[in-house]
């Protein structure tokens, strides 16, 4: 069966917590796009960031790790569920962004961009923040 989770993703059917900064799971995303926002509304929706770093020769000073479980029907009508990991970050800035940045959102596919646009669109809030 193949589903288009992208299509799939909306924020009335996502389950998501924000990884802790031990959460080795994360290795291996890479950049996928970037998303336009504010450090003020990230924080908002996703709480404390997952990692932190004011050394301004670090090439990430500010990440939030998010590991969501994205719900849908299949072709059987029955309930099941994807699981995506996406991060998002700000990239050899020297500090922390805090006006409108393109923050980088890393992931191992599309979807991990799709998840945080809905939620930054739809303002789903995390099940559980680690890090708070």
């Known amino acids: 069966m193949v589903v288009n989770f992208s299509e799939a993703i909306v924020s009335d059917n996502i389950e998501y917590d924000i990884a802790g900064s031990d959460d080795t799971s994360f290795n291996g995303t890479s950049l996928q796009s970037t998303v336009t926002t504010t450090y003020s509304k990230l ?5 404390k ?13 500010m990440e939030w790790m998010i590991d969501a479980k994205v719900f849908y029907t299949d072709e059987y009508g029955d309930t099941d569920w994807h699981y995506i990991k996406a991060t998002v970050y700000n990239w050899k800035t020297g500090y922390v962004p805090t006006e409108e940045y393109d923050w980088h959102v890393g992931g191992n596919d599309w979807d991990a961009v799709e998840l945080v646009e809905q939620i930054l669109e739809g303002s789903v809030e995390p099940d559980y923040n680690w890090n708070d």
Do not use: W
Request: charged content about 35%.
């Open 43 to 47: 924080e908002n929706l996703f709480g």
């Open 49 to 61: 960031p997952s990692r932190s770093d004011a050394d301004p020769y670090e090439k990430v000073n």
